[in-house]
Nanobody, 114 residues
Framework: VQLQASGGGLVQPGGSLRLSCAAS????????MSWYRQAPGKERELVAS???????NYADSVKGRFTISRDNTKNMVYLQMSSLKPEDTAVYYC?????????WGQGTQVTVSS
């Protein structure tokens, strides 16, 4: 199983970024896919998840600003981030669970700063 995250970068407060995660080695269409993030000195936290059927779930801190989506034809999951705040600065990780095993992508850095 491989999860390859991309799309991070430096953005000003109020700006937008779109993260992408390419999955391979799994039956993608059956998997719940998630995005987590970890800021310096803080624990990793769930940002958003999406079920196989496309039902999203969001952390309260990102509701109304972030949108998770998936394309089962391309084995891709996305995180559209808008109205970004400095507190959104973190390394963002793509995640899935398969057969009681956690799979993490390599992480992509998002920095929100003026």
């Amino acid at each position: 199983v491989q999860l390859q995250a991309s799309g991070g970068g430096l953005v000003q407060p109020g700006g937008s970024l779109r993260l992408s995660c390419a999955a391979s080695g799994i039956n993608f269409s059956l998997r719940v896919m998630s995005w987590y993030r970890q800021a310096p000195g803080k624990e990793r936290e769930l940002v958003a998840s999406i079920t196989a059927a496309g039902r999203p779930n969001y952390a309260d801190s990102v509701k109304g600003r972030f949108t998770i989506s998936r394309d089962n034809t391309k084995n891709m999951v996305y995180l559209q981030m808008s109205s970004l705040k400095p507190e959104d600065t973190a390394v963002y990780y793509c995640y899935t669970l398969r057969r009681d095993t956690d799979y993490w992508g390599q992480g992509t850095q998002v920095t929100v700063s003026s």
